[in-house]
């Protein structure tokens, strides 16, 4: 069974441009979650969806990141535009249901770059 | 509010080592999941072992055991003869009925052979 797949594994721009991180979770995963990793740290939440419900985000900086989900599968998380305070580590898990007892898959996470 | 505190931000052991990484957590949710997650250079996370809040047995489970101990809010995750492998950042993380995860800042695992 394939795992959480995300692209690209490394993104580097210049800050004020806008840049996509995709993911597609495991087949059959209905919870998808997007994180933001900084160095030396654990994972924060950016945002949670239930099939295409975004039903957490309450951690979105929404004045420059977006987030879809579009017919509940893959995800595409944006932000427009990045600041050299973006640098980090984006990861895209999924689980089954969504439920404090599911385990959350993660994917390989794609690295990004500000200068 | 939840919270996740690993103490322990670096441990450097010598192949055949046993070594515990300690978690402590806060919450106010009497219902909650308790994880461990290994993440190698690769930056994947890999789920490692998880516990509910109702269930305080210790397990073994090949070179890997954890300590539940709800009294003092800790999950202690225990490597058995450890291996140069078995290198990586150490995650703990907390789970509750509202569906958001809080991790902690990971410890940082170095066998040396």
């Known amino acids: 069974e394939a795992g959480v797949v995300q692209s690209p594994r490394y993104k580097i721009i210049e800050k004020k441009q806008p840049v996509a991180f995709w993911c597609n979770p495991i087949s059959g995963h209905n919870t998808l979650y997007w994180y933001l990793q900084n160095l030396g740290q654990g994972p924060e939440l950016l945002i949670r969806?239930?099939?295409?419900?975004?039903?957490?985000d309450s951690q979105l900086p929404k004045d420059r990141f977006s987030a879809e989900r579009l017919k509940g599968v893959d995800s595409t998380l944006k932000i427009q535009p990045a600041e050299l305070g973006d640098s980090a580590v984006y990861l895209c898990a999924s689980s089954p249901r969504g439920g404090v007892a599911d385990t959350q898959y993660f994917g390989p996470g794609t690295r990004l770059t500000v200068l | 509010a939840q919270k996740v505190t690993q103490a322990q931000t670096e441990i450097s052991v010598v192949e055949k080592e046993d070594v515990t990484l300690d978690c402590v957590y806060e919450t106010r949710d009497t219902t909650y999941y308790l994880f461990w997650y290994k993440q190698p250079p690769s930056g994947e996370l890999v789920f490692l072992i998880r516990r509910n809040s109702f269930d305080e047995q210790n397990e073994i489970s090949g070179r890997y055991s954890w300590n539940f101990q709800k009294s003092t809010s800790s999950f202690n995750f225990t490597i058995t003869a450890s291996q140069v492998v078995d290198s990586a950042v150490y995650f703990c993380a907390l789970r509750t009925n509202a569906g958001k995860s809080t991790f902690g800042d990971g410890t940082t695992l170095t066998v040396k052979p």
């Open positions: 969806y239930e099939n295409e419900e975004a039903v957490d």
